[in-house]
């Protein structure tokens, strides 16, 4: 089986000028921080979010879900770097599984926003939801069926692969 929960709600965010940090304030993702400042919507800045959660061994894999995060995102849990994604319109998971410790983890991801990089206002920060999922380890990948259809004169013929993890380790 396999959960799913919103692991967006009462992140903490700060960002940082010139390296000064500001006040870590709770937002809720999605979350743009130029935004709220239309004098400078195209500033250099480095925003960061972390959250606490709580974990208890058990026999399932631990993966987190950016579906977006503008623009380059480095991925820390417990003070070490576990990920880092340098594009900004597109889903992405991490298997957090081996880098957990028992009782309370810290996320932290470090969002870079460098300016120009687009035609239009991109915005910055995790401007999508996250999920926190728990799967068996023997599963079908994410993103691994693939269906084809296959003309056989006047029938078709519908192909279907798919890409499963035996979950060992």
């Known amino acids: 089986s396999c959960s799913e929960k919103m692991f967006s709600e009462e992140m903490q965010f700060n960002e940082m000028l010139l390296t000064q940090p500001k006040e870590w304030m709770k937002v809720d993702v999605p979350h743009d921080w130029l935004i ?22 058990n026999d399932k894999l631990w993966m ?22 340098k594009y900004g319109y597109s889903t992405f998971s991490i298997d957090l599984t081996e880098y957990l410790t028992e009782g309370t983890n810290e996320l932290k991801v470090c969002v870079v926003h460098v300016s120009p990089n687009s ?19 023997t599963h079908i ?21 798919t890409q499963v993890c035996l979950g060992e380790n």
């Open 141 to 161: 990948v994410e993103n691994g069926v693939y269906i084809t259809l296959v003309s056989m004169g006047q029938d078709w013929n519908v192909e279907i692969d």
């Open 36 to 57: 709220y400042n239309t004098q400078e919507l195209y500033e250099d800045s480095i925003g960061w979010y972390r959250k606490e959660f709580e974990y208890q061994k």
């Open 119 to 137: 035609r239009w206002y991109s915005g910055a920060g995790i401007y999508r939801n996250v999920w926190l999922i728990q799967k068996m380890r």
């Open 64 to 85: 987190v879900e950016f579906e977006a995060v503008y623009m380059d995102a480095t991925i820390y849990l417990n003070g070490k770097k576990i990920e880092e994604w």
